[in-house]
Every structure is written in C-alpha cells, then in structure tokens.
C-alpha cells in the first residue's frame, strides 16, 4: 500500500514530508544513541518480512505490512523505522519512491503509533493469555485499516479520478485485514508469551539503556 | 537388524554452492533399514549438505538420490519424504521456531495431517520416551542447550519417520545431556545417518562409518586410524 | 545471495561523488514532480535514458525496476481515462476514454520514469553503506543515518537466519496453504526473528560498550569533491535552468 | 614469558541469570602478565559469563573482581577495564557492527579519544601485522568468515589492549582460517584467556587450561583426561 513514483502532485509531495518530517523528529527524540541498534535490528527484520515473507492468499501470495506490529515493539521509533525501510524498498526494488517517500512513512508510520497508544497497554497486561492474540489482532486490523484510508486520502488528493482505483483495492484489501490481524496475532502471543520485554518500548525520557 | 532394504540411495552426487567450488564430486552412500550410518568429515567437507540433499532442501548439480525405493527429483517428489525422514539440524536454534514445546512438537505431525487429538496424544508419548515429561508448557527459547537438543530431536520423533539424519546431534553438550542422547539414540529402532566429528561417539553408536573427503565418500578410512577404538563396534544394535 | 545490492561497475557516472548525485538526483527529482510540461518531462526521460546508458546499468534489473512502475501506470491508463470527464477521444466496445485522461496518464507516465531513471543511474550506483555516509556529510541526522546503516548492516544476516529456520520447517513437511495453520507457523517464524534480532541488539551494545563506546558516535570516512564533481554540478545546473526557463516560458511543449 | 603480576583477579564469584539456578559459585580465577590461559566446559556452564563479568557487562551476584590491581564495582569502574583489556566475542557478527573494516577498526580507538589521524595509523599497523593490508574500504559483512574473525580480532587489537579475553576464537571457522589464527596468537605478547571447546587447539596456544564445571572452575582436569592428548603440552608456547 504505497503510492507510486510520480504520482504525487508537488503540495501533497510537500505535505506529506512535512507531516513525515515532524513524526520523523519526534520518533528520534523519543531514542537514544544507546537504542539506535535495537530499533534497526527491528526494522530490519520488519523490512526483510516484507521482502520475503509470502503468506499464501488464493492463487497467490500477500505479505503482511506489520506496521501495527512495528507500533507496538517500537512506538514513535516506528516512524523513522518505516521512513528507513520505505526509502531501501524504493532504493532496491522502486516500490513508492523519493518524491512519495513522505506521503507513504506518514501511511506506514502513523498508524504504527496510534496502535502503540491503543494497545500496547493492553498486551503488556494481558498479553500472556489469549489478550496478547486478541491485542495482536486489534492492532493489525487497526492498523490496516488507517494505513488504507490515509493511503486512499493521500491518492485522492493527487487526482479525485483516482477515486477507482481505491474502490478496486478496497475488496482485496478486505481479505488482507484478516490476514494482517491473524498474522499481527499470532506474532504478538509468541512475543509476550516468550519475550514481553519486547513491549517495553524505551522513551527518552525514562530511557536507561543499561542493556 | 540384518541389512534391510535399501531406504536412501546417492549416486554420483556433484553439488557446489558456488560455480567453480563444488563441495560435492561423484558421491556415493546407501543407507539400509536398520542400518545406523556414521559420516565424518572436516568442516566444509560436505557432511551436512548431503543431509540437506537428502530430503531434497537443496537439488544436486549432478547425479541421482533414491529414497524410499523411488528417484526423487522434483519438490514435490520430496513432500513424502520429508513426511517419513527426519532431519536433526546441528543447531537447535536453527530448529525450534515456536514458542512452547507443545507447539513445536505438534508442528510435524499436524502438517502431516493429523488430527489435533492424536497429534497430543504422540507429544505426551514422545516426552514420555525421552524423558521429558511435563515439558509441554515450557517455553522453547528459554530451555538450555542440552535440553534443547532434546526437543529438537523429539519435534522430528513426533513425525514417527523411517529414517533419521543426525547433525552434529552432541556437538558442545555437557557429558550428561550427551551420555543422555546417546543411549536415546541406542534405543531408536530407525535407520540413521549421524553426521559428527567426534569419533568416539560415531563408534558408540553406529555400525558403521564413513568419511567425506575431497567431495567423495570413502569407508570406515577414520575407524584404520583410530587403534584403540576399533574394538568398539560390537556394541552395535545393542 | 545478498538481498542488498546495487549496480556495480566502473563507470564515470559510478566515479562521481556520492553526495553530489544524491543532490542532483533529488533537485532532478522535484524538477520533474513540479512540472506538467510535456516536452520537458520527455527531456527528462531522454536525460534518463542518457544516464542509464553512461552508467552502464544491467538491462534486466532495471526493465524490472521500470516494469514494477508501469505496471500500475497501465492500471492508470486502463481506469482513468474512463472515469475522468472530458472530451471524448476514442471509444472501445462504447466506453469513452477522455482526451484529459489519457494526457493526465501520460503525463505521470513520463515523469515517473524519469525521476525512477534517473534514481537508478545516479542513486542506485552507489554501494548502499557509501550512501549511509554520504547522509551523514549531507547533515542528515546522525540518528536517523546510523538507524539505516545498522538496518543495512543486519539485513543479510536476517535473512540467512529466516531461509535455515524456513528449511528446518520444510523439512519437518510444512507446506504454505492459505489455513490457519500456515499463518500461525509463519508469524512465530517472524516473532522468533524479532526475538533473536533483539537479543543480538543487546550483544551488539556490550561489543560497543567494551570498544569504549558511551554514548556517542565518531565518524571517520572520507569524500573528495573532484574537478569531476564540479563539471557535473554546473551542468546538472544549467540543464535544471534551461528546463526550468521552459517551464516558465510555456515553450516546447508538444501538446 | 614468566609469572608476571596480577592481571585479573575472580574472588568467590556467584553469578546466574535466573534467581534459583545459578550459573557461577564460587568461581575463582587469576590471570597474570605474559600468561595465557586456556578455559573450557560444556554449553552452558558459563564460560563466556566469565568473560563478559571481567569487563563488567555483567554484574556479579557474589564474590569480588580485581582488574589491573584495583577492585571493579561500578560502570563507571569498568569504562578503565574496557579500554585496557580487549574482549573478542563468540560471534563476529555482534562485534564487528560498522559498514566498513575501517570505521570498525577505529571505533575503538576514536572512543579512547584518539584523533584521526592517530587512530589511521594504528588501523594501517593492525591490518599489516594481521595480513589484512588494503582490507580498509571492505564492506564488513561482504567477508568470509575467516576474515570476520580476523577482522573482529583487529578491531580490539587497534585499542593496543594489556590483555586478551577471547571467547571461542576458532569455532565454525576452516582448518586455514583456523591455523592463521593460531599462528597469530602465538605471536601476540598480551596475556590472554582463551574459551574454546576445542582441546587441540587450547593445548598448542595456551600455557594451562582450566576447566568450568558446576559453577566452579578447577584446573587441567581435561587434560587429564585426554590420554591420547596429554603428550601434547610440550607443544605450548612453539
């Protein structure tokens, strides 16, 4: 779910890089020097599951976006991480692109925090028993479905008769919530059941990093 | 036991991860049922690509693999024989991917298909077997080494397979876990190829042993070497 | 095997300062994204064509780079010249397809892959850790740039560990279907690589911590601004000011 | 070489992840100037524990730790010990964490708070004593493995350490990789602890070898053992 190289007229360029660069700026603030490895090993892994994870979908095959995911482990962190995958994925296989890299960390990212915010209470709680599938779940169709009407905004904004190609995402993209929040799921329930301190997301403020 | 039938068959084998360096030159090895195969080797010889060619996780460059009485070329050729040879990695991390034993040990079994009633049911026997009962709830990730090899090996007995192949199954254990695997291993009705550059072990525990060397497999040339292990083998199929 | 790469060579494209072209690659970029101007946005695919060409890229990476950007480019023009209203150009089996249409298709057509050409001939040359240090002397902040170069450093790694723990699944006899099963299966393959990756962000500080690190990061590498460097500059300039001149002026345009 | 004096001191020490299985008890331990000391022990009997609480990364429970004649407590206590005492990790992968050889070798010595162009020269030395001229630009994880553990080796040698701890120096590498390290560590006047599992190789670089069992560690109790292997320690020091 990217918009395209090209695509973007120059305002909503320039719109989405700004909002990219605020959310960009505060995820930086919110990590230290100390936790710079621990968010990049992430994103890496993120980034790779994205370039080769292929969850069976019909005939073919989806990867899951893991931005709900990516939200929980990592916060405000979550926004410079999809800001570094997106720019590799344009780099290295040209999905989205320079000129659109801020309209789509704003798509990716922003859901990433609101997720953090909704549930990463919650599963630190409840994440040991079926609430860290069901906060998994939540979180993956949460973030899903913001990504896709951020995504489908931002393709409005460059042309009102892009408005068909958003209704013909929108029925694969029904099938995908699901995959998304099982996968999202599933993930969250190994993680809390074998490495809840994965949901401690460390802040600047607090942070100690005594790793 | 007694020479059973053939169960796996390489021939002229050639395989190399790169163009110019095959790792594998015209290999050779039969393993018969109720035969117990040792594979020696330095490192980078060979031993585990030849597991791995086995159950078809890479394709040979050269040559044919027979397994179970049939030529196997294709992935889906190997689909059965994944179902019926299991294959011990040499590093349980490489292995265990889920988060509680239970679940890892019911991975096999459920993608063969069965039920989730029998597949508890082969959990609770297999620990039982290799006694760790009550393991069921523990979380994989955080077992010790010597238990972890333990696990991993029982997550490949669930599949109940004809045949087993073994990397390294005691390499870095404490003389415990290792005295532990070994005399599991004695018990195992399966025909077995043991990959391991302990020697001591290999003559413990195998009728016979083989070495990889030059990308070609020659036999019993480790077991002249050794003097004072050669009176070992009796010990077979104890 | 390495899911990093970029086109290597030799050329004077490649010989260029990294910072430079980065510079260049992203006035070039926001050129083309400001401008609805039919004859510069083919001099813009003509310059990227030229550049591809002098940095020798490899045809069959990069006609799958383009493929992956037309491809929704011929989504554009199968859709939006249906919907958009306009005057009539032509119609197939009585759909009408708009004369705005298909120019607005056009149009975006073009200015993607001149930005996507020109992205992979002067950007996509460059090793992806170069480029990490080039950020850096381009003031990036320093967070963000380690961010990436520490993402580069462990991808490979990741995904070595992801292809063995797939095999191992493999040959326990998994087979990807679209149940549950799979899904399952392959999340905990994903949550066991989060689990090592953070586990190996702890070792990686204790490693940092014994080399002395507390805290912050010193950076030592090198560029050097050559006569090379300089050439290229005045004449991405001057190229950007003609094509800018045209924009302004109205002129060249081809419809 | 001789007994020199007191470079690390392990009083007592108490050590475990876990609250009610603890890894270390009592371990004591002294490593004196010119001396190289071998330790071995199974998965999990805290080996590189040991290492890892000599240059403070790890705290211990018990006991008392003396580096470089003063006894450590603190963090800030150890940022001394850490500048002085170079610790080689198991896995190259965690130390070598730059983009390329040279930022990696420089690391070290940037943070000691040499200037760059100090710290340029002391990477040139490093490469050419270790064989690595011209590796510089090297894109780290383009290396073989080999050259990994070479180049991890480097980057604690370019902050000119008083002594050694290395953990595993040789595991999973090739006979050549594995006989230039040998060679290399032969040639290094540091005092050093070497961890390896690896008896063979522990006898031809080390002057003794103790042994990690149960918490506590004991000396030469393998070498004992070994029966065929005891004919070998007139190799050390060659």
């Known amino acids: 779910m990217h918009i395209a ?26 990590m230290q020097d100390r936790q710079i490895p621990r968010a990049a090993l992430m994103s890496a892994v993120i980034f790779l599951a994205s370039l080769v994870l292929r969850l ?3 005939p073919s095959s989806v990867h899951p976006l893991l931005n709900g995911l990516a939200g929980l482990i990592l916060g405000w962190a979550a926004i410079p991480v999809f800001l570094v995958t997106l720019f590799l994925q344009a780099l290295l296989f040209q999905y989205g692109g320079i000129t659109t890299l801020g309209i ?67 029925g694969p993209h029904l099938g995908l919530v699901l995959i998304e929040g099982l996968f999202t799921g599933f993930a969250v329930s190994f993680l809390s059941r074998v490495y809840p301190a994965i949901f401690e997301v460390p802040s600047g403020r607090e942070g100690n990093g005594s790793a | 036991m007694g020479a059973g039938r053939v169960l796996l068959r390489f021939k002229n084998i050639g395989y190399g991860y790169e163009k110019d360096r095959p790792v594998l030159v015209e290999a050779g090895l039969e393993l018969a049922a109720g035969e117990r195969v040792g594979l020696t080797g330095p490192i980078g010889s060979g031993k585990t690509t030849l597991l791995h060619l086995a159950v078809g996780l890479l394709k040979p460059d050269r040559g044919t693999i027979e397994v179970f009485g049939r030529e196997r070329r294709t992935e889906r050729d190997f689909w059965e024989v994944r179902e019926r040879m299991g294959l011990l990695f040499q590093d349980p991390e490489d292995q265990l991917f889920c988060p509680t034993v239970l679940e890892d040990l019911a991975f096999g079994p459920l993608n063969q298909g069965r039920s989730r009633e029998e597949t508890e049911i082969i959990v609770g026997e297999t620990l039982e077997i290799l006694g760790l009962q009550g393991f069921e709830k523990r979380i994989t990730h955080h077992l010790s080494g010597g238990e972890k090899r333990l696990v991993s090996l029982a997550s490949i007995l669930t599949m109940k397979p004809d045949a087993l192949l073994l990397d390294e199954p005691v390499i870095g254990l404490d003389p415990e876990s290792r005295e532990r695997i070994r005399s599991l291993l004695l018990t195992l009705p399966q025909a077995m190829i043991i990959v391991s550059h302990d020697r001591e072990f290999l003559l413990s525990v195998t009728n016979h042993t083989l070495a990889l060397r030059g990308g ?12 004072r292990l050669s009176a070992l083998p009796a010990r077979e199929g104890k | 095997m390495s899911c990093v790469t970029h086109y290597t060579g030799n050329t004077c494209v490649h010989r260029l300062d990294p910072r430079t072209r980065l510079l260049v690659t992203l006035g070039f970029s926001l050129l083309m994204a400001l401008s609805n101007h039919s004859g510069v946005l083919c001099v813009g695919v003509v310059i990227g064509m030229m550049l591809a060409a002098l940095s020798r890229l490899p045809l069959k990476p990069l006609l799958k780079r383009l493929a992956r950007v037309n491809l929704f480019m011929f989504i554009l023009f199968l859709l939006v010249p249906v919907t958009f209203t306009g005057r009539t150009a032509f119609s197939v089996l009585s759909i009408d397809f708009s004369s705005e249409g298909l120019l607005w298709s056009t149009l975006i057509t073009l200015k993607a892959n001149a930005i996507v050409l020109v992205f992979a001939a002067l950007v996509g040359t460059v090793e992806p850790m170069i480029l990490g240090h080039a950020f850096f002397h381009l003031r990036v902040p ?27 699944m493999k040959a326990r006899a998994f087979r990807p279907r679209m149940n549950l099963h799979s899904y399952r299966s392959y999340a905990f393959l994903l949550a066991m690589l989060l689990v090592r990756s953070l586990e190996r962000s702890e070792r990686i500080m204790a490693a940092m911590k014994c080399r002395g690190f507390k805290g ?40």
């Open chain 1, 5 to 30: 190289e090209g695509v973007a007229p120059v305002p909503v360029a320039a719109a989405g890089a700004l909002v990219a660069a605020v959310g960009v700026t505060i995820g930086l603030r919110t």
């Open chain 1, 56 to 58: 069976p979908f019909g």
């Open chain 1, 104 to 170: 789509n960390t704003v798509t990716m990212g922003l859901p990433a925090v609101i997720c953090y915010y909704l549930f990463n209470g919650y599963i630190r709680k409840k994440g040991t028993g079926r609430g860290g599938f069901l906060g998994g779940v939540a979180a993956g169709v949460t973030a899903l479905v913001i990504s896709f009407v951020l995504w489908a905004g931002a393709l409005l904004l460059c042309g009102k008769h892009l408005a068909v190609i958003v209704g013909l995402a929108l």
């Open chain 2, 216 to 227: 070609r497999v020659s036999p019993a040339a480790e077991r002249a070497g050794g003097d």
């Open chain 3, 142 to 168: 320093a967070k963000l740039t380690h961010l990436f170069l520490f993402t580069l450093r462990y991808l490979d790694l990741f995904h070595h560990q992801y292809i063995t723990l797939l095999r191992a």
């Open chain 3, 216 to 255: 912050k990061f010193h950076i030592i590498t090198h560029f050097r601004f050559q006569r090379r460097d300089l050439i290229f500059c005045i004449l991405s300039l001057a190229v950007g000011s003609i094509l800018l001149g045209a924009i302004y002026l109205n002129i060249w345009r081809i419809w």
